[in-house]
């Protein structure tokens, strides 16, 4: 009996980790397709053709192209495979550990400078394929929102340790835009900025233009 319970126990534990490996794969596999081929012109089975694995195991892994666009942007975000709220993100963690609000911007900038190197090519993405798709539109808009929802909350964690010099929904609202992959897009891939040198500019001049 006990040597039936261990066998289930092990066939279970194996089955989840081939389960995540293929789900891995197929997450890798649709954003190089999406880059290459753009939203309109990737299909699921491409996608599985190109991940080693049966159609059907990407609709039961990350649902339908949508969904899985979706998770491509969220993972993009996160640094995960999946979407991960704010507060358990460890860079969110860093920036609220730092006790100077320079060392905040820096911990941020340096985060999102991550970020947007995965973020820019699916945006690429969606850019070109939102004004015929009403769901990727809605997706960007949401994203966006709650950016801004999140740089209010930046903004407040830094009106506590150091005076502003505009109001914090305006300091808010200015760090949304900056760090937008829109100007990443234009700063770092079309006018070839070093990373590091977008990220000290971030810092740089979130520090001169936010902090009194």
Aim: hydrophobic share 45%; glycine share 6%.
């Amino acid at each position: 009996m006990g040597e039936t319970v261990k066998r289930k126990s092990y066939d279970s534990t194996r089955r989840s980790v081939s389960s995540r490996a293929r789900r891995r794969r197929i997450l890798e596999a649709a954003s190089a397709e999406f880059v290459e081929r753009g939203y309109v012109g990737t299909t699921m089975s491409g996608i599985a053709g190109r991940a080693g694995v049966a159609l059907d195991t990407v609709y039961t892994l990350v649902g339908r192209k949508t969904a899985l666009f979706r998770l491509l942007v969220e993972g993009a975000i996160s640094g995960e495979d999946q979407a991960v709220v704010a507060d358990q993100r460890d860079y969110v963690r860093a920036v609220q550990a730092e006790g100077t609000a320079e060392g905040k911007l820096l911990v941020y900038a340096r985060a999102l400078c991550r970020i947007q190197a995965r973020l820019a090519p699916l945006l690429t993405v969606l850019q070109q394929a939102a004004g015929a798709d009403e769901e990727l539109a809605a997706l960007w808009l949401e994203i966006a929102e709650r950016r801004a929802t999140n740089m209010l909350r930046l903004a407040a964690d830094l009106a506590a340790v150091h005076p502003l010099r505009v109001p914090t929904d305006q300091a808010a609202e200015i760090i949304w835009a900056t760090g937008s992959t829109e100007l990443y897009q234009l700063l770092v891939q079309q006018r070839h900025w070093h990373p590091d040198v977008y990220e000290q500019w971030l810092a740089d001049t979130w520090g001169r233009t936010l902090l009194s």
